[in-house]
């Protein structure tokens, strides 16, 4: 049978204000994603939110299409028309070539599974859309879940101008039960997709992926985050993050952020070149107080 367009059953969807779905193996998994494809990827689950049942179980079945009109995703991630169209291009001629990667640790040593993402993707220029075909493969991990999944709306994400802060929000979220997430270097690396040329150096993955990345959720998102390192001997071979997602308002600068790391380094980062700042600021009170909130739940859910 023929795969649907799935957004048939909801044409008038609002991508933003729709859930964007994955399962935990999935958002710790290398997603390979460039920031533009992993916008045109977030908007197509998100237009696959909220559908019939049936509907579902056809899609798992035979694979799903779903439709993003230039002018949608310029709404939903604040860019002009233009950047847009240019965008959904490049996006469409890389896509259907990107996998999922998704390392699982048996008895007998590492198991590695490839998923592409899309079975199909046409972009079609003179009407300012893109068409991306999810593979019946991938559907095990985005529809129907009941358990041990990521669920935020996408407009939590759609402000963000770096992939790595995307997927660090992920990485959390999947996490946000408990509010710490300890990791390996390596496996931190492989769900980051940080480039093996920043892999051999920590301080690299430092300064162009952790603090950034944190910088940028707790200006965007209001995320409280506490991160440290674990050695042996000199060598960083792991990573522990406590954070708490709810209760801090976005602030405009980040200097009066508390987490470790997240501004250090912020002045160097080319891409905070393009961060406004956010009209509504919080009182001096509300910030201490919810801080100190906070920092209560941080240290009720670690040790």
Same mark, same amino acid.
């Given at each position: ?89 490049? +996006?469409?001629?890389? =896509? ?5 990667? &998704?390392?699982?640790?048996? $008895?007998? %040593?590492? *198991? ?102 944190? +910088?940028?959720?707790? =200006? ?5 985050? &506490?991160?440290?390192?674990? $050695?042996? %001997?000199? *060598? ?68």
């Amino acid at each position: 049978m023929k795969n649907q367009d799935i957004q048939k059953f909801d044409p008038e969807a609002q991508a933003s204000d729709n859930n964007v779905n994955m399962s935990n193996a999935l958002a710790r998994a290398s997603h390979g994603l460039s920031l533009a494809e992993k916008r045109v990827i977030a908007m197509g689950l998100a237009l696959t939110d909220s559908v019939p049942a049936m509907a579902l179980i056809d899609a798992a079945r035979n694979g799903w299409s779903v439709k993003i009109m230039a002018l949608d995703y310029a709404k939903t991630f604040d860019l002009d028309v233009n950047t847009a169209y240019e965008q959904l291009k490049a +996006a469409g001629d890389q =896509l259907v070539q990107r996998q999922v990667c &998704e390392i699982v640790k048996t $008895k007998r %040593g590492q *198991k590695s599974i490839k998923t592409n993402w899309c079975a199909q993707v046409i972009y079609h220029q003179g009407e300012g859309w893109v068409s991306i075909e999810f593979t019946r493969y991938i559907a095990p991990h985005l529809l129907a879940l009941r358990s041990q999944f990521v669920t935020y709306k996408l407009k939590q994400a759609a402000a963000l101008r770096s992939v790595y802060s995307w997927r660090l929000f992920e990485c959390l979220q999947s996490w946000q039960s408990t509010g710490l997430w300890v990791t390996s270097i390596e496996d931190f690396a492989h769900a980051m997709d940080v480039p093996e040329k920043y892999r051999t150096d920590f301080t690299d993955i430092r300064r162009r992926v952790i603090e950034p990345a944190i +910088a940028e959720l707790i =200006l965007k998102n209001g995320l409280l985050i &506490e991160w440290k390192t674990k $050695k042996a %001997g000199r *060598k960083v071979t792991g990573l522990e993050f406590r954070f708490a997602f709810e209760g801090l308002k976005p602030m405009v600068t980040p200097e009066k952020t508390k987490a470790k790391g997240a501004y250090e380094n912020y002045k160097n980062v080319e891409a905070y070149k393009m961060v406004t700042p956010l009209p509504e600021v919080p009182t001096p009170t509300d910030i201490a107080d919810k801080i100190a909130m906070l920092r209560n739940a941080l240290k009720g859910s670690g040790s």
